[in-house]
């Protein structure tokens, strides 16, 4: 229900509760599946456009019910063809999207959260702290959004979005029972038809909801690693000490033993120069995850301002691949996408009112790094986007 309209948002319900909710009406739940079509695959926000739809169910529908989706206040095209997003939420927030295309395949980064409460090191989204959650209509309409740009399917259904990955700004976990539905929504033949397999939730390893997800949904699982080992974890990914990789581990045997149809768990581990990229960290990673189907995909860190890390060259990230894929495992490296568009990975930041003072603090930490660099007291009168 939307508060402002008081009429049923029908972006944000799943084919069950579709199908309920023309019941309540009186009508047949297979109208649920006519609009659920015009919604998602045909991108339509007006009833009216609903031409296998009597009048007086349009005008029904119209006093009920609504198709609302946020704002575009930014779609950007990179050179590369990468497209952004950025879709504009209540109170100045904010949140991007992201379509990177590959050949036949087109993979959409969604965003689950305003900011993330997690504040990896690494990352920049982390920086901007934490707002809210992402309703399930919110989450659906960055799908809803990006499918719309590219028009109608042609007459064999082509669809130009195959992948959709929970990678974008949040952590998917810490809002479960929105995210389940709408990967719910995009997976249905009706909704987005994205193969369950091609559908994937990334978690920086919040292990009791991994294991509620497993229980509800077969989606594939990517994990924010990064690291190869808990002292260095609880550096990069604070939510490592709370619960330690023996922990996040034994959660990823139990995703492959529990579906058992031989998948393997996606490790994403970001480079980071001189602090994560040594042969020693190859062969801790190789150690750690032997008893664990993976399939290794690494991450040349992405700078944004201020950060304190810094990217590896590409001979020290070809051999720590190489280290990889001696030892048998199957290792990509991640091509840097978008990053003209500041699309690329760790790089989204969106619009967040923080509730955490995280920016402020994030802020502060840079004025200091600003004043030991130029050796004064004060900078906070300098424009840090111009610092040194």
């Given at each position: 229900?939307?508060?402002?309209?008081?009429?049923v948002n029908l972006l944000g319900l799943t084919r069950p509760e579709l199908e309920s909710f023309f019941i309540s009406l009186g009508e047949k739940p297979f109208r649920a599946h006519q609009v659920m079509k015009w919604i998602h695959f045909y991108g339509v926000d007006s009833f009216d456009s609903m031409t296998n739809l009597g009048k007086a169910l349009r005008e029904k529908l119209?006093?009920?019910?609504e198709i609302a989706a946020p704002e575009v206040s930014y779609h950007g095209i990179s050179k590369d063809g990468t497209r952004k997003w950025v879709i504009k939420l209540d109170n100045g927030n904010a949140v991007e999207t992201v379509f990177i295309p590959d050949g036949t395949r087109g993979t959409l980064c969604v965003s689950s959260q305003v900011g993330c409460s997690l504040d990896c090191s690494f990352c920049s989204t982390g920086k901007q702290g934490f707002q809210r959650d992402l309703t399930i209509a919110e989450i659906v309409a960055q799908v809803w959004v990006a499918n719309r740009s590219f028009g109608v399917p042609d007459n064999k259904g082509h669809r130009h979005i195959t992948n959709v990955v929970m990678m974008g700004m949040g952590e998917?976990?810490?809002?479960?029972?929105?995210?389940?539905?709408?990967m719910e929504i995009m997976r249905d033949d009706l909704g987005y038809g994205v193969a369950k397999k091609r559908v994937t939730l990334s978690t920086s390893g919040v292990v009791p909801k991994m294991y509620e997800l497993f229980d509800r949904i077969d989606v594939s699982l990517a994990v924010s690693l990064h690291a190869p080992n808990d002292a260095l974890r609880n550096e990069l990914v604070p939510v490592n000490r709370k619960y330690p990789l023996a922990e996040l581990l034994a959660a990823?045997?139990?995703y492959v033993d529990k579906?058992?149809?031989?998948?393997?768990?996606?490790?994403?581990?970001?480079?980071?120069?001189?602090?994560?990229?040594?042969?020693?960290?190859?062969?801790?990673?190789i150690d750690i995850l032997k008893d664990v189907p993976s399939k290794i995909n690494l991450i040349p860190f992405?700078?944004?301002?201020?950060?304190?890390?810094?990217?590896?060259?590409?001979?020290?990230?070809?051999?720590?691949?190489?280290?990889?894929?001696?030892?048998?495992?199957?290792?990509?490296?991640?091509?840097?996408?978008?990053?003209?568009?500041?699309a690329a990975c760790g790089q989204l930041v969106g619009q967040v009112?923080?509730?955490?003072?995280?920016?402020?603090?994030?802020?502060?930490q840079v004025n200091e790094r600003m004043a030991r660099r130029l050796n004064v007291r004060d900078v906070s009168h300098l424009d840090n986007r111009d610092s040194p």
């Amino acid at each position: 229900m939307t508060l402002a309209t008081g009429k049923v948002n029908l972006l944000g319900l799943t084919r069950p509760e579709l199908e309920s909710f023309f019941i309540s009406l009186g009508e047949k739940p297979f109208r649920a599946h006519q609009v659920m079509k015009w919604i998602h695959f045909y991108g339509v926000d007006s009833f009216d456009s609903m031409t296998n739809l009597g009048k007086a169910l349009r005008e029904k529908l119209q006093a009920t019910a609504e198709i609302a989706a946020p704002e575009v206040s930014y779609h950007g095209i990179s050179k590369d063809g990468t497209r952004k997003w950025v879709i504009k939420l209540d109170n100045g927030n904010a949140v991007e999207t992201v379509f990177i295309p590959d050949g036949t395949r087109g993979t959409l980064c969604v965003s689950s959260q305003v900011g993330c409460s997690l504040d990896c090191s690494f990352c920049s989204t982390g920086k901007q702290g934490f707002q809210r959650d992402l309703t399930i209509a919110e989450i659906v309409a960055q799908v809803w959004v990006a499918n719309r740009s590219f028009g109608v399917p042609d007459n064999k259904g082509h669809r130009h979005i195959t992948n959709v990955v929970m990678m974008g700004m949040g952590e998917p976990l810490l809002n479960i029972d929105n995210v389940i539905p709408a990967m719910e929504i995009m997976r249905d033949d009706l909704g987005y038809g994205v193969a369950k397999k091609r559908v994937t939730l990334s978690t920086s390893g919040v292990v009791p909801k991994m294991y509620e997800l497993f229980d509800r949904i077969d989606v594939s699982l990517a994990v924010s690693l990064h690291a190869p080992n808990d002292a260095l974890r609880n550096e990069l990914v604070p939510v490592n000490r709370k619960y330690p990789l023996a922990e996040l581990l034994a959660a990823c045997r139990h995703y492959v033993d529990k579906f058992n149809d031989g998948r393997r768990v996606t490790m994403e581990y970001v480079l980071l120069e001189n602090v994560n990229d040594t042969f020693a960290h190859a062969e801790e990673l190789i150690d750690i995850l032997k008893d664990v189907p993976s399939k290794i995909n690494l991450i040349p860190f992405n700078p944004f301002p201020h950060a304190h890390y810094k990217r590896p060259n590409g001979y020290r990230v070809r051999a720590f691949q190489d280290a990889l894929i001696k030892a048998g495992y199957v290792t990509t490296v991640r091509t840097t996408r978008g990053d003209d568009i500041d699309a690329a990975c760790g790089q989204l930041v969106g619009q967040v009112q923080d509730r955490t003072r995280r920016q402020e603090q994030w802020s502060q930490q840079v004025n200091e790094r600003m004043a030991r660099r130029l050796n004064v007291r004060d900078v906070s009168h300098l424009d840090n986007r111009d610092s040194p």
